[in-house]
């Protein structure tokens, strides 16, 4: 079964800095999809970013960007010059080709951004 | 505005009564999904729906049942309810079809109770 794991429940950062969050996926299907999600203290979910397994180049969305390393089954969200609104859960989930709805999520990473 | 609608926000109910918690998008989204989250688990799939009339069982179905009669509309159905239902339950849609149905729309999520 597919298993997405996010091994940081917690990380700090100062404005301003660089954060990288990680995330590894488990997978066999050569076709997949990958995500990342951000869900701040008034709980809406909101999607960030998508990264394809035969994408060629790391997807990028303003701040955000993933570095997907494939070889290694990871696909970590780096923000850049963090924001006091970036402090939120951040969850990074997958399907795959053999059952594009399925999405399955990581248990999520609280990101805490001091001043 | 384009957005997922959840209803009810808030609910609090007891053991066996069957409720609804409709789930209706104004985006002609092909895809749409529910999903439970609870404290520690992440977000966890319960159905998803690639198309009207065509529904899947996620990694949580067991005491929920689904319906797509509209594309629009993708009601939750909690035939009897029981306390460990208790979630914050998400509904959600795509305007993708295969690996990038995980570009998600999100409603505000329906927290619900069962005594």
């Given at each position: 079964a597919q298993k997405i794991t996010q091994t940081q429940p917690g990380m700090f950062v100062q404005e301003k800095e660089a954060v990288t969050l990680d995330c590894t996926y488990d997978t066999s299907d050569p076709s997949y999809g990958l995500f990342w999600y951000k869900q701040p203290s008034s709980g809406e979910m909101i999607f960030l970013i998508y990264q394809g397994s035969y994408d060629q180049q790391n997807a990028t969305e303003g701040r955000y960007s993933l570095n997907f390393q494939k070889a290694r089954k990871s696909a970590n969200l780096v923000i850049s010059a963090s924001q006091l609104g970036d402090s939120a859960m951040y969850f990074c989930a997958s399907n795959y080709g053999g059952s594009q709805g399925n999405l399955i999520f990581g248990k999520g990473t609280k990101l805490s951004v001091k001043p | 505005e384009a957005q997922v609608t959840q209803n009810p926000r808030y609910l609090i109910t007891v053991t066996g009564k069957k409720l609804t918690v409709t789930c209706s998008q104004n985006m002609n989204h092909e895809y749409m999904s529910w999903y439970r989250q609870d404290p520690g688990l992440g977000l966890r799939q319960i159905y998803y729906s690639m198309n009207v009339e065509v529904t899947d069982k996620g990694d949580v179905p067991e005491g929920y049942k689904v319906s797509r009669k509209e594309k629009r509309n993708f009601p939750l159905i909690l035939e009897s309810p029981s306390p460990n239902q208790t979630s914050l339950y998400f509904c959600a849609s795509s305007?993708?079809?295969?690996?990038?149905?995980?570009?998600l729309f999100f409603g505000e999520g329906s927290r619900l109770t069962v005594l």
């Open positions: - | 305007l993708y079809a295969g690996l990038r149905t995980g570009e």
